[in-house]
């Protein structure tokens, strides 16, 4: 049982850890990124590179992955994606076009990870080292993991409820249009915003490179969990992906350890689609309209 | 504005053009010898193909018109390749398939990786009449289908073969005294892992082994260690994974933490790759899997080490590669002792000859190969085959598997 | 009363389908199956332009129907005869649309879009089970006696239908109630239209039409497994070539679908190697030139030539 439960929390952090950058962009910028887990597999590729490369430990490596996927992402929703916030009448529109730029996107950074890295799967060992924590045997990468996606996770949740430019990211992500009534520069809250995830998604694809294999197509694997653990939790919230990305991978390991490993996701979306059923706005978010 | 929109307009027209000059192609005269593929560049299957099949393909193909090309009678003809994306779907392959015959007007179709697609495509090239060698492909219709379309030929066996050698191999040991009867299996809820743990299930009880723990995971499952803790809780003798390339890195390095290891550690597609020697270094060791070569016939060796060579320093797979460029071989072979393009005699001579390929000489009995390696361990930094022990080159196992070492 | 312009749509609408009924004796097995995949993913955007134009729900759970008429024909295709197995497919596809539609059309948009996709990913996953742990086998081969002609005219008698209902719903009341709640859901709910019961009717009527083309198109493919009955990239395509074409008309979604087939077609075939690099740069070159879809293409070249001599009659 404390097994079960203690590899749930694990594998729910890295879940949470997965979501949070894309509850940022989708919850504030309003860009609903369908090329999220492209991004992440790029930066899990960047580490893998550095490491095998030029020996950087992967950690380290993430000072250098993270900065610079937060430029990119910061110069991709200038130049790309404001064209579309300024044309976009209404959220509605905003999303479609969103949908269809990011898809675009998707295509183009999956495009390039194959001409650079081919389609061949890739993984490698760091930090697999057994930690036993309350005797029971768990990796020390996937501990570290959990561990920076609770601290990062409960970090920003407090830096968005008691900092000035938290709240502001908070105002834009409930209303834009009021938001801009008490001089909040919407444009550039969302474009941080979008910025922010950008790097939380190059420290997850750093991290979860660690213990995870994966390939140039495998993305898209992660668009979905991340955008079902930001439903879940409601989108735009912090602690909300945190709670949920946590009871998906609890329901998870205690289905595989006590009934069937063979019905663990169809348990995960039975779990996702009940809790929009009772709570319609997720977990942690409020009802609209 | 508008002329914007005019250009647009123009431009899409002009492609649309361009799509259609490039549909209908042009006919050749017989200068070249056109073989056509679609395989997987993206989606699911992309891991399979970048391992298994561009590499054979393109080094087969880069072989042949180094020697001046195809031996056709007398004289030399140079391949001239057709190369689509399939994008790892049925319909993609069936229609990418359909344009090669009736657009490409290609000579011959080298096949999609995967039993899936293999499946998928099979009627097209039965129709058309071109042969289909299946190199990638398990299944245990492979019987029936190769009655059902005689031009096809299932070059990796049925997965009940697979299951079956392994379980006699398991009968053997337990006979030397050197396992137990626990068995442990895990298989993912695949085409391939219920296949073979389906036939694996009742060889197992036959044999009287006691079958502790027998589940299936879905794919796409992240963290395998729920299974791996409560497998090693009943701490059986062996432990069977029918498993895909990531969870067989999953399971292995989720075992080594776990401290789980068992007398026979087996695990499924991947164990094979050269990612796993890469990945697991002196802990590969011991690790036995689906697949295997006769790492000590200099026809691999020499094999292996034009493939380093062919795809930048990348090494093929223990499995399926060779098997993979066994099959380009044979219908090299056939189509030269054939000595001109009639499909057809090629179809009839792949059926009755007999090959000289890397992985040994092949004759085909009822389209299907009689040898297969369904075994095979990692010894000394090679996966070598094991079983079925009367294949030739076949290594004596290792057994207990070492001790995991701490990396 | 049928106005000069209708007859002669009706006219033009009927002498298109005789042709494209000919398509089948006159091109080769290529051309076929591209014109079947033309089809196909025609029916399939127009059917989910039906309920999503007027509704403004991105659903992503087409693949969930697709999926369950390609698995009904493995399973009955052998079993019973075609019609009837037809049928059957199209009866579970609108029940479990119904039952979808009446527990989740509360949701607002944003959720909806997940809530399919994971509804999508359920389905398949409890096939899988089912399949793993009851039938124990995963895979099933459809050897039914159907031809890819048979296939293209089947499709072709679906568009067809598809858009005969699309056109038939937009002059019912149906059709009237749901462009107000496209318009504003409180306003049409103090009409006095009932939200509920004209979004689920709508939703299960699109939905029916998905499941027929996934029942339609499994004798294409001899072997049937969830990877391939519930793939999820059909959903993102369709949704891309509708709303590409435009959701707000019934024609929209088919102009969207038709010049993107052609497009994935032309680039895989080009540019095997890097056509993924490629289709993302021509895709997002054409988001950025077609703002409103090529319905909004469309719209804007008609406006524009009154639009110069009458300057009071220009409208966005």
Known sequence: MTNAILTGLVLGGMYALIAMGLTLQYGVARIMNLSYGEFLIAAAFASYWLFTGWAVNPLLGLLLVVPVSFGVSLALYRVLLTPLVRRA???????????????????????????????????????AIPIHALGEILALNRLIAFGLSVVVGLALYLALTRTRLGTAIRAVAVDPNAAQLVAINVVRTSALAFALGGALVAA??????????????????????????????GVGNLLGCLVAGLLLGLSEALVATFIDPGLTLAVNFALFLGVLLVKPAGLFGRAQR | MVSSITRLAAGLLALAGAAATS????????????????????????????VTTLPNYEMWVKEVNAAGGLKLGDKRVPIEVVEYDDRSSAEEAARALERLITQDKVDFILPPWGTGLNLAIGPILNKAGYPHLAATAVTDRAPELAKRWPNSFWLLGTSAGAANTLVELLVKLRGEGKIGDTVAMVSIADGFGIDLSGAARPALTKARFKLVYDKSYPVGTQDLSPIINDVKGLNPDVFIAFSYPPDTLGITEQSRIAGFNPKIFYTGVGTAFPLFKQKFGANAEGVMGIGGWSGDSPAIKDYLARHKASAKGAEPDRWASAVTYASLQMLQQAIERVGKIDRAAVIKDLQTGTFDTVIGKVKMENNMPTRFWWVGQWQDGEFYGVGPSTNEGARAPILPKPAWKAM | ???????????????????????????????????????????????????????????????????????????????????????????????????VGLSTLRLSGVHFVIFTFGLAELVRQIVVWYEVNVTRVLGRYVFVDITQKDIYWQLL????????????????????????????????????????????????????????????????????????????????????????????????????????????????????????????????????????GVVGLWERLKAWRPARRDTSGAKA
């Open chain 2, 23 to 50: 549909l209908s192609g042009t006919a050749q005269a017989q200068t070249s010898v056109k073989i056509g593929y679609a395989i997987s560049r993206t989606g699911p299957g992309a891991g399979g193909v970048a």
């Open chain 3, 1 to 99: 009363m049928m106005t000069r312009s209708d007859v002669s749509i009706v006219v033009a609408a009927l002498a298109g389908v005789a042709v494209l009924a000919l398509v089948p004796v006159m091109v080769d097995a290529y051309y076929l199956s591209l014109a079947i995949s033309l089809l196909q993913f025609t029916v399939l955007a127009t059917a989910w332009g039906m309920f999503s134009g007027p509704t403004r729900y991105v659903s992503l759970a087409t693949t969930a129907f697709f999926g369950v008429g390609a698995y009904t024909v493995a399973v009955l295709g052998e079993v019973l005869a075609w019609p009837l197995v037809l049928a059957v497919a199209a009866v579970l596809g609108a029940l479990m649309a119904a039952v």
């Open chain 3, 157 to 292: 008698g679906l568009a067809v239908a598809v858009f005969l209902t699309g056109w038939l719903i937009a002059r019912s009341r149906l059709g009237f109630a749901l462009r107000i709640i496209g318009e504003d859901e409180v306003v049409a709910r103090h009409c006095g239209i009932n939200v509920t019961v004209a979004k689920v009717a709508l939703f299960t009527i699109s939905a029916t039409f998905m499941t027929l083309v996934g029942a339609l198109m499994s004798p294409r493919w001899t072997y049937i497994e969830p990877s391939i009955a519930f793939n999820a990239t059909i959903s993102f395509q369709v949704v891309v070539m509708a709303l590409l074409g435009g959701a707000h008309r019934l024609w929209g979604p088919a102009l969207g679908a038709v010049p993107l087939t052609l497009l994935f077609e032309f680039l895989s075939a080009r540019f095997p190697a890097t056509s993924t690099l490629i289709m993302g740069v021509v895709f997002l070159l054409i988001v950025y030139a077609l703002p409103a």
């Open chain 1, 89 to 127: 009448r209404n959220r509605d529109a905003l999303e479609v076009d969103s949908i269809l730029a990011t898809f675009g996107m998707m295509f183009i950074v999956q495009g390039i990870m194959l001409t650079l890295f081919g389609g061949a799967y890739f993984s490698y060992s760091f930090l």
């Open chain 1, 204 to 233: 997850a694809g750093g991290l979860i490179s660690m213990f995870l294999t994966f390939s140039a197509t495998s993305g898209v694997v992660f668009t979905m969990k991340a955008l079902i653990v930001v439903v879940m939790g």
